[in-house]
């Protein structure tokens, strides 16, 4: 039986860093470059030409055949996307999956919108390999990981929402506001959507927005996932105010990839965390 977990290139993770992952890269693109948001991508060389690079970019989700791709070879697939309300990944997938098992009748695919990205669908691989590691059978996983969802969260500080709000996918007042004042804006994922909850002047403050919020959303001591774009100090500080409530606590820190660089942008801080122990 192979099983395997395939993410789009939004979780940050790297193709193969478990036998059983594989990852789907994104595009980012300007008039000039395009970046495939995978392993070979080159971030220091992505971000230099970004900060020079005066015309429009953008990003696009992955194609059905490299999901299909992905899939080629397995038994049970578990696919997880980047929220559906702002990319079209998660259609992909959609018909990637009801094509694969068109042509392998055997095959089940199950295809989970994250409603999130990055750290907060770090936090769903994971269970994913737990649940698999278990020994469950494929419907007892899908509904486990269901009901795992409803208790993880993601929040983020963000210090330019330039691209985000370039392409779309953010209101152009809220971008304004932050390039103007140089504001952090604090917020979290809701119902798949950006959901901006303050405005905090300072990277000390926001980072004590950030801690109020995850106890205000129920945390309470369970993992926490943070990815940065270049902000390593900012993401330490994060973690320390979580130790020194729950010292034990469960904490990786990774630096964003292509997708999540271009949208976090320089300094930008996503936080997934689950309010279960
Ligand atoms: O299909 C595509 O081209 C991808 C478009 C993705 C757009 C949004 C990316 C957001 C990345 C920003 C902070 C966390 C926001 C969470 C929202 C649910 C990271």
């Known amino acids: 039986m192979n099983i ?4 789009d290139s939004s979780a940050n993770l790297l193709d193969g860093t478990s036998p059983e992952f594989a990852s789907v890269p994104l ?5 000039e470059r395009d970046f495939i948001d995978n392993a070979q991508l080159d971030l220091e060389d992505m971000l230099a030409h970004l900060r020079q690079y005066r015309g429009k970019s953008g990003t696009s989700c992955p ?64 269970k994913l390999q737990e649940l698999i590691g278990q020994g469950l059978d ?7 990981i269901g009901e795992y969802q409803a208790h993880t969260h993601l929040i ?14 953010i209101p152009v007042p809220i971008a304004k506001a ?10 979290s994922a809701l ?19 950030l801690w109020q919020s995850a106890e205000e959303m129920g945390f309470h001591g369970g993992k926490v996932r943070i990815s940065h774009t270049q902000n390593p100090e900012g993401a330490q500080a994060f973690a320390a105010l979580v130790r020194e409530r729950y010292p034990d606590c469960d ?8 997708l999540c660089c271009f949208y976090a942008e320089q300094g930008g801080l996503i936080i997934g965390f689950s309010t279960e122990n």
Not at 27 to 31: D, E, F, R, V
Not at 138 to 144: G, L, M, P, V
């Open 178 to 187: 932050v390039s103007l004042l140089g504001l952090r804006i604090v917020g």
């Open 156 to 169: 983020f500080s963000l210090q330019s929402v330039d691209n985000l709000s370039k392409n779309g996918r």
């Open 63 to 126: 194609s059905v055949a490299e999901w299909l791709d992905r899939f080629d070879g397995a038994d049970w697939i578990f696919a997880i996307t980047i929220t559906s309300k702002l990319s079209g990944s998660y259609q992909s997938a959609c018909i990637a999956a009801q094509t694969y098992q068109e042509q392998n009748p055997d095959a089940k695919v199950f295809v989970i919108d994250s409603l999130s990205t990055g750290p907060e669908m770090v936090l769903l691989i994971e």
């Open 27 to 31: 595009k980012i693109s300007t008039g």
């Open 191 to 209: 119902d798949g959507k950006l959901h901006p909850m303050h405005k905090c002047r300072g990277e000390k403050r926001a980072i004590a927005q």
């Open 4 to 7: 395997r977990i395939v993410s």
């Open 251 to 258: 904490i990786t820190i990774t630096c964003n990839r292509g």
């Open 138 to 144: 494929f419907d007892q996983i899908c509904t486990a």
